[in-house]
């Protein structure tokens, strides 16, 4: 039982590289979510998906894009990183039937743009 | 904007008191809610969910909801060291259109067990 799988576990960027993080789930959870958590900000959500095919902006979606690419993998891209997309990135998914359950975690990505 | 609010501590309490952590929230139409607990470098784990008023408990861990006063709240019995980690309050924020919210977090209570 893998639950949320996210890679890399660690990646330094130079400004204005980009690269895409990958997020896959093993629970046949509709909807998926990706965060970042900064000190003293909490976790704060990019983007998320309802489901299979669709996708939403959350609160800090500026400089990422997003692609649910079937109902397991939900990618988040930086076209242009830029050192303020320094932060630890953890995807989640959720069940999202009769009524919205918790999301479950994958183990973060803590990515550094110098 | 729709907002989930905690202190965020630190909250330091003796081994084997209470640790009483609480958390608001503005949108009145959210319908679920969860505390997660986060220990230092590592991703958030569920330690409770709860979706109707009233209290749920969980072995040392009671969840307490009041939807009227938009008022959640964890509490810890016999606390331990074991248990010192930030405690993350989440809800479910619904937007208009079907299948449309967000799951969103406060800014977590970081909590001190101390031996």
């Known amino acids: 039982n893998a639950g949320v799988t996210q890679t890399p576990k660690f990646q330094v960027l130079k400004t204005g590289q980009s690269m895409t993080l990958q997020c896959a789930q093993d629970m046949n959870h509709n909807s998926m979510y990706w965060y970042r958590q900064d000190p003293g900000m909490g976790l704060r959500l990019i983007y998320y998906?309802?489901?299979?095919?669709?996708?939403d902006k959350g609160e800090v979606p500026n400089g990422y894009n997003v692609s649910r690419l079937n109902k397991r993998e939900f990618s988040l891209r930086l076209e242009s990183a830029a050192p303020s997309q320094t932060s630890v990135y953890f995807c989640?998914?959720?069940?999202?039937?009769?009524?919205?359950?918790?999301?479950?975690f994958g183990q973060g990505t803590r990515l550094t743009v110098v | 904007q729709k907002e989930v609010e905690q202190n965020s501590g630190p909250l330091s309490v003796p081994e084997g008191a209470i640790a009483s952590l609480n958390c608001t929230y503005s949108d009145r139409g959210s319908q679920s809610f969860f505390w997660y607990r986060q220990y230092s470098g590592k991703s958030p784990e569920l330690i409770m969910s709860i979706y109707s008023n009233g209290d749920k408990e969980d072995g040392r861990f009671t969840a307490q909801l009041n939807k009227a006063s938009q008022y959640v709240s964890l509490l810890i019995r016999d606390s331990q060291p074991s248990d010192s980690a930030t405690y993350l309050c989440a809800v479910i924020v619904a937007y208009s259109g079907a299948g449309s919210y967000q799951l969103t977090f406060g800014k977590g209570t970081k909590l001190s067990v101390i031996p």
């Open positions: 998906s309802a489901s299979e095919g669709t996708t």
């Open positions: 989640a998914s959720s069940e999202s039937r009769d009524r919205v359950t918790e999301a479950f």
